[in-house]
């Protein structure tokens, strides 16, 4: 049940960082056999700029590209599936534009990215899959036609272009990731939704018997994710009290401002209640002297 739970979250994270981008379709449905593609992602023609912050999986996302991220080690049976799939797809795509009129180009057809948490040498072998020496280590290249790529995660390097292909990972890749992840600006474009995600992970987790990773893993954000509500909450009461103050007084000094953007959660709170009997700005400002 457990691995079905984090298959879940890996495809709800991914669509969740890319959905901005381009059509994200998780999971898309390929051929009357209905096998199921975990994401599909289709870039916008006008790349964003933001496409950049994350990183690997930024670049891996800025052609049509098909994800298949696994929990555990991926088997070569599983291997062979996914390129099924990629077959599939692009059988479809050769069918519509011929019904269309139309030639695809190369650059239309989807490239897969199989994204496992560890891989054997043996398995990797098996496949002739392939570093390349422009690319970064752990990332292993079946031959060109196959238009595959077999990510192995615990083997990529600890560098911020890697964070959130690493975030997939398992025990310690998965730990330091999320340590990173902390680490970054509160204000970071993918900091929180990242979280919340974790968040509903850890929800669902709760319900079923967890392993001792599983524990650990929510042990470790479920107070970070709290405190990050808790900002959230603080923001949202700020702006609005702001608002009705501007509203209520008109524009408020942006000294005031910065004064009232300073207090804690609670305060904010009492602001709230003692700015119903303000009657003039004046009464802000001793408020805010007192407090």
């Known amino acids: 049940m457990t691995r079905f739970i984090h298959d879940q979250f890996s495809k709800d994270y991914l669509e969740e960082l890319l959905k901005n981008y381009g059509e994200v379709q998780a999971p898309s449905r390929v051929a009357a056999e209905i096998k199921e593609i ?51 797809v692009k059988s479809l795509l ?26 054997s040498a043996n398995l990797l072998s098996g496949f002739y899959a392939t570093l390349k020496n422009d690319s970064l280590a752990g990332i292993y290249y079946l031959g060109d036609s196959f238009r595959t790529a077999i990510v192995v995660i615990h083997q990529l390097p600890r560098i911020e272009e890697t964070l959130w292909i690493r975030m997939l990972g398992r025990g310690t890749v998965q730990k330091e990731a999320i340590d990173e992840l902390i680490a970054l600006p509160a204000n970071h474009p993918f900091r929180r939704i990242t979280l919340e995600l974790f968040y509903n992970l850890q929800t669902h987790l709760t319900k079923n018997n967890q392993d001792p990773e599983d524990r650990e893993v929510i042990m470790r954000l479920a107070p970070l994710y709290q405190q990050e509500r808790d900002l959230a909450i603080w923001q949202k009461e700020s702006a609005l009290i702001i608002r009705l103050l501007n509203k209520r007084f008109g524009e408020i000094q942006p000294g005031l401002i910065e004064r009232i953007q300073k207090l804690p959660i609670e305060k904010i709170e009492s602001l709230g209640e003692a700015l119903l009997d303000f009657s003039k700005v004046d009464d802000l400002e001793n408020w805010l002297k007192e407090n």
Do not use: H
């Open 38 to 88: 975990d994401v599909y992602f289709s870039p916008y023609l006008q790349v964003d700029p933001n496409l950049q912050l994350l990183g690997l999986l930024g670049k891996m996302a800025s052609k049509p590209a098909i994800f298949e991220p696994y929990r555990n080690p991926v088997t070569a049976d599983e291997i062979l599936d996914c390129i099924v799939k990629l077959v599939e």
């Open 94 to 119: 050769k069918r519509e534009a011929k019904r269309n009129n139309t030639k695809i180009s190369e650059n239309e057809i989807p490239k897969l990215w199989i994204l496992t948490p560890t891989a």
